[in-house]
């Protein structure tokens, strides 16, 4: 069973930083790419970013320029490193996992992130 687990998020002022974690565990589990998703209040899922372990990393059009992906392929782990947080950024968060480039099929359970302005 594919189990995917968050940490990191929290409360933070407009302009302040947080760092996600994100790993992934299972039986023989292996991944093509890993990225971060987020849902903000009476909104719908947004894109946020993407790491493709054998290419590169995308981004939200909201997010560029202040969050970085980053990741450890043999960990199958990912992180999220969101500077310059704005209250827009106020979400759940939620990890995903794509493990072999057919899309993201496996989710985390999210993890809260609150900016306060």
């Known amino acids: 069973q594919v189990q995917l687990v968050e940490s990191g998020g929290g409360l933070v002022q407009a302009g302040g930083s947080l760092r996600l974690s994100c790993a992934a565990s299972?039986?023989?589990?292996?991944?093509?790419?890993m990225g971060w998703f987020r849902q903000g209040p009476g909104k719908e899922r947004e894109f946020v970013a993407r790491l493709v372990w054998s290419d590169s990393s995308t981004y939200g059009d909201s997010v560029k320029g202040r969050f970085t992906i980053s990741g450890e392929h043999v960990k199958n782990t990912v992180y999220l490193q969101m500077n310059s947080l704005k209250p827009e950024d106020t979400a759940v968060y939620y990890c995903a996992a794509d493990p072999d480039n057919s899309g993201f099929r496996y989710w985390g359970q999210g993890t809260q992130v609150t900016v306060s302005s």
């Open positions: 299972g039986r023989a589990f292996s991944t093509y790419a």
